[in-house]
């Protein structure tokens, strides 16, 4: 209770119960949207593959502007021509996240499966795995931590100070914080649209004009959900972008 | 004041405090990261007017610097929801 407001607990929020599947693989309605989104983000580009012309019309003009838009905004912006090879990883990963996110503004659906850990953790557990392969494979695992653990250019007393940080960096805080960075974003979001829904709902029962205000806040905050769904979804590309660059091509 | 302590029932007292703990971990990780973004993004609009043909590649490094200067933000957000008392 909040000035007589009777906010939902955030467990009633985020948590939903289980359609079919038992216990072990329970499926909830967070796991049926992530499928939709895996769904929806294959029919796009094959729909777009299939029907190939010259001047693009529907689903191919989306796709191809998705394309250029990963190819020159992330990719050329940070890996340079060297990292075109990771662009059919960092596209699905960009599209797959923005998908994931609009649904907590779909009616009906109201639910960015972000907004739950486990697909970001296991999103940045991959893009871990990736770049830390890719450190390996093309520098040599003893060349590739060399590289991580002693900075070019620094006295070497600074070694015992920089060493840790950057051992910790690389291997704990880059992957947590990729996670929680798309989670906690999400996770906000959901809350402040179901607050400002609450007190529209609490107000617009009591005096309607009361009402008006939040629900004009609900949805200018609505619109700008639109707009942190988008930008999670490339900020978590990029950073994988850089990620990976930084794995490929050690600072010599 | 002791007095009145003692007569509260120990699970609401834990309750309220957690609460407070809430508010004040949100608040404090706040701080830093709102202070930061500005100069990021003051900085990056800086740059930007003063060599508007180079906007692309400074939007690009503004937003990265944001969300390496959130997320301690971010970690003081999911902090305040794992505190249970």
Same mark, same amino acid.
């Given at each position: ?9 955030? &467990? ?5 119960? /289980?359609?079919?599947?038992?216990? /072990? ?22 729909? +777009? ?13 989306? +796709?191809?502007? /998705?394309i250029?838009?990963v ?16 662009t059919p990883?960092l596209l699905t990963?960009f599209t ?27 999103? $940045? ?43 910790? /960096? ?6 947590? &914080? ?16 179901? &607050?400002? $829904? ?23 905050? &609505? ?30 | ?85």
């Open positions: 209770m909040i000035l007589g407001l009777d906010f939902p607990p955030i &467990s009633h929020v985020v948590e939903w119960p /289980t359609l079919f599947g038992g216990d /072990t693989f329970g499926v909830n309605k967070v796991v049926l949207l992530m499928w939709i989104s895996v769904a929806l983000v294959f029919a796009l580009f094959y729909a +777009a593959r299939s029907r190939r012309q010259l001047v693009p019309t529907g689903a191919q003009n989306v +796709a191809e502007s /998705t250029e838009f190819e020159d905004q992330i990719v050329m912006q940070t890996m340079g021509p060297d990292g075109l090879r990771f990883f990963l797959f996240i923005l998908t994931c996110n609009i649904w907590g503004l779909v009616p009906g659906a109201q639910m960015p499966v972000n907004a739950r850990i486990a697909l970001p953790m296991f999103m $940045a557990l991959l893009v871990y795995v990736i770049y830390n392969a890719v450190g390996i494979i093309r520098n040599g695992p003893i060349k590739y931590l060399k590289s991580i653990m002693f900075i070019p250019g620094v006295p070497w007393p600074m070694y015992f100070l920089l060493t840790p940080i950057e051992l910790i /960096t690389r291997f704990i805080t880059q992957p947590l &914080s990729l996670a929680v960075r798309l989670f906690a974003n999400m996770l906000a979001g959901h809350l402040l649209l179901v &607050s400002f $829904a609450v007190i529209t709902q609490a107000l617009v029962t009591t005096t309607i004009i009361g009402g008006a205000l939040p629900l004009a806040l609900l949805i200018f905050l &609505s619109a700008f959900e639109l707009l942190v769904a988008f930008l999670q979804a490339y900020i978590f590309t990029i950073l994988a972008a850089v990620y990976i660059d930084a794995a490929m091509h050690p600072q010599h | 004041m002791l007095h009145l302590l003692a007569e509260q029932d120990p699970g609401e007292l834990v309750e309220g405090l957690t609460a407070v703990g809430r508010g004040i971990v949100y608040g404090g990780a706040a701080i830093g990261p709102g202070i930061g973004i500005g100069l990021v993004v003051g900085n990056a609009i800086s740059a930007m007017a003063r060599q508007p043909e180079a906007a692309g590649m400074v939007r690009t490094t503004m937003f990265l610097g944001i969300a390496f200067t959130e997320a301690l933000a971010l970690f003081g957000f999911v902090l305040a929801f794992i505190i249970s008392g």
